[in-house]
């Protein structure tokens, strides 16, 4: 019986003993390390750099931080496999970090595939099991790789798009082949008459006597065990004459290479498309099509009056880098409303929006019928589309047919801003599907989301989300319709936060970044558009820009890098600034708070330079304001020197600003204006004196102009923030909700679905584009301030994060996501009276800073417990309006009295 009884205990032990176990394993199954990226994209291929990597952590665990994490990184997946980190092995590492990590000693080769996986640790010492594998692909990691030099006709064919041949037989069966290509202006890679990748209008822009991005593509499955075609159309581009450049790599079975250069592509010809260029369109006649330059071989009698010898040539001079941004594509496809005949054979299509892109035909008619395709913001009143404010450029697509039975196209090469389009000449009135929009932008996702219980809010979100998604290729564009689609950096410096809110600049912005510092010389200076293809030099001082892409990309991202990479630019940009000041007033300035309402123009006739707004006190402003933004990313890079010597120019040009444009008499900065009082309360000017006569005249001045702003494109920005940061929502809301003249709504009564350049509805062969992100900035404001979302410069990568909603207006309810490099982060509220529901989403491995509007923490509930109970929450602080609260991983719902 005793050893019955002591079987019994010892089975009895045994379990309890195992509990804790099993729990552990269930917690490892738990938790699973997700979505590794390197450079912020998943299993890139041709990248010249030390990829920076990052993961993300689920689990359905509250409260959840990564306390260490271990990396392995090796040159083939069996190596991988077998936990063999001949690359790297970081070992267990005592962090909760998980973007942005790199290593120096990584020593890469070119062409060579690198895989990699990550296990984390989680709070409680349990680990995860391994992620699965991940790699990345190296490209030429070094000019001296490049065994190709660049190809053209110069002697002829102006104008046209240049193809360009190569016919290649492999040898034995094919391992590996890759293709690394740039084609200038852009081009196409056709082997075997197909076409590789899905991308457009490559490669991006650059400054090309400095660099030129190239791509890299995996061409193995196009390959067939016979002569093979390589064909590649080549546009002339932003640089005005086609050239090209192309290397293939070639790895057999038995690892041996063959290398295919330029020189084997040098057979050169013209094809259907006559013309095509960025601004006027494209010209293609289909009875040019000749399928023989699809076909293997090399054409006969070269140098004749259908083909030409391709020549080396100097140009450009710019170095190779592998292009790191996402590539254009075609994101949507839209089937436009027919809204009439105009006359016979003349139709007009309207896309519903206005959006950058083109349109695609299907036809069927005689030979050498021509169909032109006509584009345009806007319609005259008798219905034909009015092209007036796209000044020189022409915006026409053309296509003539050759009569061989149905008939499809679309341009390769163009691009326009439109919502309606114009066709002329076909034969028969077109059925449902002969015309399509093709909606063409760089493929950045969308990262965030805001609705509210305002319908007009909710519009006025999508219409900044329109015309940000019509000014994304390759470069930040500030509109797609007219003869200019440039990177300007002024209207950049209030665009980056709105832009960052909506869609993931975690590539984006980087590569601008350096597109900007291509255009600095030796005295520090920048210039207003990048690349430098318009404008002046030096750049407005308020191109404040050039900074905030370093510090945005690195608060939102945890991208430290590029604040190393870019900091000596930005500090000679600074340092050249404060050279142009006198008495610490900068001495210039262009622009400034640009494109106020007409009444508070310079000129109302003429450009949009402010009458009551001082250029140089805005210029100084954002001196003042470069100044602190230098002396922070000094401190992220422990470059401590830095840190007090600008921190000290600030403090310098603080007490000028203050001596020179502070009017006691007044209370307010300058003239006293909307513009110039919240400019100083963003920037911090006015001490806790002052702070109040200023609020004070900055309220007063919004209410005497009922409720509506007189600020352009920067301080429209600065005066919605500085009302609701300093105790005024409900004034700001009324300045957003407006529906007359000068607003948003005033935009959406008008029939806009992007937004406007100017505040005015205005046509013209003027500035008046009707696609122009400049007055943007209040899609940042949804973000910040009414679902309260912002993230915190010293945890970078949202680390740690805050949200603060404010309740105000007649608003009943908002809700909205924004995706992060740690995930998703949600916040909603609805109130009914003075009860408050608030709905809050964290990311794993992160924590929130979250400000509940309530009376006092003691009516406030989580689910249906007291927060003092919920060990993921503690309490920070109480204030006038709000409970603060530090709250972990997870998902909660809040309720309170307000």
Same mark, same amino acid.
């Given at each position: 019986?005793?050893?019955?009884?002591?079987?019994?205990?010892?089975?009895?032990?045994?379990?309890?003993?195992?509990?804790?176990?099993?729990?552990?394993?269930?917690?490892?199954?738990?938790?699973?390390?997700?979505?590794?990226?390197?450079?912020?994209?998943?299993?890139?291929?041709?990248?010249?750099?030390?990829?920076?990597?990052?993961?993300?952590?689920?689990?359905?665990?509250?409260?959840?931080?990564?306390?260490?994490?271990?990396?392995?990184?090796?040159?083939?997946?069996?190596?991988?496999?077998?936990?063999?980190?001949?690359?790297?092995?970081?070992?267990?590492?005592?962090?909760?970090?998980?973007?942005?990590?790199?290593?120096?000693?990584?020593?890469?080769?070119?062409?060579? =595939?690198?895989?990699?996986?990550?296990?984390?640790?989680?709070?409680?010492?349990?680990?995860?099991?391994?992620?699965?594998?991940?790699?990345?692909?190296?490209?030429?990691?070094?000019?001296?790789?490049?065994?190709?030099?660049?190809?053209?006709?110069?002697?002829?064919?102006?104008?046209?798009?240049?193809?360009?041949?190569?016919?290649?037989?492999?040898?034995?069966?094919?391992?590996?082949?890759?293709?690394?290509?740039?084609?200038?202006?852009?081009?196409?890679?056709?082997?075997?008459?197909?076409?590789?990748?899905?991308?457009?209008?490559?490669?991006?822009?650059?400054?090309?006597?400095?660099?030129?991005?190239?791509?890299?593509?995996?061409?193995?499955?196009?390959?067939?065990?016979?002569?093979?075609?390589?064909?590649?159309?080549?546009?002339?581009?932003?640089?005005?004459?086609?050239?090209?450049?192309?290397?293939?790599?070639?790895?057999?079975?038995?690892?041996?290479?063959?290398?295919?250069?330029?020189?084997?592509?040098?057979?050169?010809?013209?094809?259907?498309?006559?013309?095509?260029?960025?601004?006027?369109?494209?010209?293609?006649?289909?009875?040019?099509?000749?399928?023989?330059?699809?076909?293997?071989?090399?054409?006969?009698?070269?140098?004749?009056?259908?083909?030409?010898?391709?020549?080396?040539?100097?140009?450009?001079?710019?170095?190779?880098?592998?292009?790191?941004?996402?590539?254009?594509?075609?994101?949507?496809?839209?089937?436009?409303?027919?809204?009439?005949?105009?006359?016979?054979?003349?139709?007009?299509?309207?896309?519903? =929006?206005?959006?950058?892109?083109?349109?695609?035909?299907?036809?069927?008619?005689?030979?050498?019928?021509?169909?032109?395709?006509?584009?345009?913001?806007?319609?005259?009143?008798?219905?034909?589309?009015?092209?007036?404010?796209?000044?020189?450029?022409?915006?026409?697509?053309?296509?003539?047919?050759?009569?061989?039975?149905?008939?499809?196209?679309?341009?390769?090469?163009?691009?326009?801003?439109?919502?309606?389009?114009?066709?002329?000449?076909?034969?028969?009135?077109?059925?449902?599907?002969?015309?399509?929009?093709?909606?063409?932008?760089?493929?950045?996702?969308?990262?965030?989301?805001?609705?509210?219980?305002?319908?007009?809010?909710?519009?006025?979100?999508?219409?900044?989300?329109?015309?940000?998604?019509?000014?994304?290729?390759?470069?930040?564009?500030?509109?797609?319709?007219?003869?200019?689609?440039?990177?300007?950096?002024?209207?950049?410096?209030?665009?980056?936060?709105?832009?960052?809110?909506?869609?993931?600049?975690?590539?984006?912005?980087?590569?601008?970044?350096?597109?900007?510092?291509?255009?600095?010389?030796?005295?520090?200076?920048?210039?207003?558009?990048?690349?430098?293809?318009?404008?002046?030099?030096?750049?407005?001082?308020?191109?404040?820009?050039? +900074?905030?892409?370093?510090?945005?990309?690195?608060?939102?991202?945890?991208?430290?890098?590029?604040?190393?990479?870019?900091?000596?630019?930005?500090?000679?940009?600074?340092?050249?600034?404060?050279? =142009?000041?006198?008495?610490?007033?900068?001495?210039?300035?262009?622009?400034?708070?640009?494109?106020?309402? =007409?009444?508070?123009?310079?000129?109302?006739?003429?450009?949009?330079?402010?009458?009551?707004?001082?250029?140089?006190?805005?210029?100084?402003?954002?001196?003042?304001?470069?100044?602190?933004?230098?002396?922070?990313?000094?401190?992220?890079?422990?470059?401590?020197?830095?840190?007090?010597?600008?921190?000290?120019?600030?403090?310098?040009?603080?007490?000028?600003?203050?001596?020179?444009?502070?009017?006691?008499?007044?209370?307010?900065?300058?003239?006293?204006?909307?513009?110039?009082?919240?400019?100083?309360?963003?920037?911090?000017?006015?001490?806790?004196?002052?702070?109040?006569?200023?609020?004070?005249?900055?309220?007063?001045?919004?209410?005497?102009?009922?409720?509506?702003?007189?600020?352009?494109?920067?301080?429209?920005?600065?005066?919605?923030?500085?009302?609701?940061?300093?105790?005024?929502?409900?004034?700001?809301?009324?300045?957003?909700?407006?529906?007359?003249?000068?607003?948003?709504?005033?935009? +959406?009564?008008?029939?806009?679905?992007?937004?406007?350049?100017?505040?005015?509805? +205005?046509?013209?062969?003027?500035?008046?584009?009707?696609?122009?992100?400049?007055?943007?900035?209040?899609?940042?404001?949804?973000?910040?301030?009414?679902?309260?979302?912002?993230?915190?410069?010293?945890?970078?990568?949202?680390?740690?994060?805050?949200?603060?909603?404010?309740?105000?207006?007649?608003?009943?309810?908002?809700?909205?996501?924004?995706?992060?490099?740690?995930?998703?982060?949600?916040?909603?509220?609805?109130?009914?009276?003075?009860?408050?529901?608030?709905?809050?989403?964290?990311?794993?491995?992160?924590?929130?800073?979250?400000?509940?509007?309530?009376?006092?923490?003691?009516?406030?509930?989580?689910?249906?417990?007291?927060?003092?109970?919920?060990?993921?929450?503690?309490?920070?602080?109480?204030?006038?309006?709000?409970?603060?609260?530090?709250?972990?991983?997870?998902?909660?719902?809040?309720?309170?009295?307000?």
């Amino acid at each position: 019986m005793r050893r019955k009884n002591c079987h019994f205990i010892a089975h009895l032990l045994l379990v309890l003993f195992s509990i804790p176990h099993l729990y552990a394993k269930e917690q490892i199954q738990q938790l699973k390390v997700i979505d590794l990226k390197s450079d912020y994209e998943k299993n890139p291929i041709g990248i010249d750099f030390l990829p920076q990597l990052s993961w993300r952590l689920e689990s359905g665990q509250r409260g959840l931080t990564q306390t260490a994490y271990h990396i392995i990184i090796s040159s083939s997946l069996e190596k991988l496999n077998a936990g063999n980190g001949d690359i790297w092995d970081s070992g267990k590492i005592n962090s909760s970090k998980s973007t942005g990590i790199y290593h120096d000693n990584w020593k890469l080769k070119s062409s060579q =595939r690198y895989y990699w996986k990550v296990k984390a640790w989680q709070n409680g010492g349990i680990a995860s099991d391994w992620s699965e594998p991940a790699f990345f692909e190296t490209g030429l990691l070094s000019q001296e790789e490049w065994l190709s030099g660049w190809i053209g006709y110069v002697p002829g064919m102006p104008g046209r798009v240049q193809y360009f041949k190569g016919t290649f037989v492999p040898r034995e069966n094919i391992k590996q082949a890759r293709a690394y290509i740039s084609g200038l202006g852009s081009y196409e890679l056709y082997i075997n008459r197909k076409k590789v990748g899905n991308n457009v209008l490559d490669p991006a822009q650059s400054s090309y006597s400095t660099r030129v991005y190239y791509v890299t593509y995996d061409i193995a499955d196009y390959l067939l065990q016979a002569p093979n075609s390589f064909v590649i159309p080549v546009a002339q581009g932003w640089l005005g004459s086609p050239r090209l450049r192309i290397q293939v790599e070639i790895t057999y079975q038995d690892d041996t290479m063959e290398i295919l250069t330029s020189d084997r592509f040098r057979s050169v010809t013209t094809g259907p498309i006559k013309y095509s260029t960025i601004f006027d369109g494209e010209h293609y006649d289909a009875r040019l099509e000749n399928p023989q330059i699809y076909e293997p071989g090399v054409p006969p009698g070269l140098m004749n009056e259908e083909w030409a010898w391709a020549h080396n040539t100097d140009d450009p001079s710019g170095k190779m880098v592998s292009q790191r941004v996402e590539p254009i594509r075609i994101v949507e496809e839209i089937t436009p409303t027919l809204l009439k005949e105009l006359a016979p054979g003349i139709y007009v299509f309207d896309a519903g =929006r206005n959006l950058a892109g083109w349109a695609s035909l299907r036809v069927k008619g005689d030979a050498g019928t021509k169909i032109s395709l006509r584009f345009a913001e806007t319609l005259h009143e008798n219905g034909f589309v009015n092209q007036e404010n796209l000044r020189n450029a022409k915006a026409i697509d053309t296509y003539i047919l050759n009569g061989k039975g149905i008939e499809t196209w679309e341009p390769a090469y163009t691009y326009h801003g439109f919502r309606y389009v114009q066709v002329e000449g076909l034969p028969s009135k077109p059925l449902e599907d002969d015309i399509k929009i093709k909606v063409v932008r760089s493929d950045l996702k969308q990262s965030g989301k805001f609705k509210s219980s305002n319908p007009l809010l909710n519009d006025i979100h999508q219409m900044v989300v329109n015309t940000e998604a019509s000014n994304l290729h390759s470069v930040p564009t500030d509109c797609p319709q007219r003869d200019e689609r440039m990177g300007w950096l002024n209207d950049l410096t209030v665009r980056i936060e709105q832009a960052i809110y909506n869609f993931d600049h975690s590539r984006f912005y980087p590569k601008y970044l350096q597109d900007v510092s291509d255009t600095q010389d030796a005295h520090g200076t920048i210039t207003c558009v990048a690349p430098f293809r318009f404008g002046m030099r030096p750049a407005d001082p308020v191109s404040a820009s050039y +900074l905030l892409l370093a510090q945005k990309t690195y608060e939102f991202y945890g991208n430290k890098r590029v604040i190393e990479e870019h900091f000596d630019g930005m500090k000679a940009w600074v340092d050249y600034l404060n050279s =142009r000041t006198n008495n610490d007033i900068v001495d210039y300035s262009y622009y400034g708070d640009w494109c106020p309402p =007409r009444d508070f123009l310079m000129d109302p006739n003429g450009s949009g330079v402010s009458r009551d707004t001082p250029g140089q006190f805005i210029s100084t402003g954002y001196l003042y304001y470069c100044a602190n933004l230098l002396s922070d990313m000094a401190k992220v890079i422990g470059r401590e020197a830095e840190v007090v010597r600008y921190k000290a120019l600030a403090e310098e040009i603080y007490l000028a600003i203050n001596r020179e444009y502070w009017n006691e008499q007044t209370g307010g900065y300058a003239s006293n204006n909307q513009a110039c009082n919240s400019f100083a309360l963003y920037l911090g000017l006015p001490d806790e004196t002052k702070v109040p006569r200023v609020i004070k005249n900055l309220v007063e001045d919004v209410k005497k102009h009922d409720y509506h702003l007189t600020t352009g494109n920067l301080c429209t920005k600065y005066l919605l923030e500085a009302l609701t940061e300093h105790g005024h929502p409900d004034v700001a809301y009324k300045i957003a909700t407006q529906t007359t003249y000068p607003s948003w709504g005033f935009m +959406l009564a008008n029939g806009a679905t992007t937004l406007w350049e100017r505040w005015e509805y +205005l046509t013209g062969d003027a500035m008046n584009s009707h696609n122009h992100p400049m007055m943007g900035s209040v899609g940042s404001w949804f973000y910040k301030y009414i679902l309260g979302i912002i993230p915190d410069f010293n945890h970078p990568g949202f680390e740690q994060f805050s949200i603060k909603p404010y309740i105000m207006g007649d608003l009943q309810s908002a809700e909205g996501e924004l995706n992060t490099v740690k995930g998703k982060i949600k916040s909603a509220w609805r109130r009914q009276g003075n009860n408050l529901t608030m709905e809050i989403g964290i990311p794993e491995n992160t924590t929130a800073i979250v400000h509940v509007p309530a009376k006092s923490v003691r009516g406030i509930t989580e689910g249906d417990r007291k927060i003092s109970t919920v060990k993921e929450i503690s309490v920070l602080e109480e204030t006038k309006d709000y409970v603060i609260l530090k709250v972990g991983s997870g998902n909660y719902q809040f309720k309170s009295r307000i």
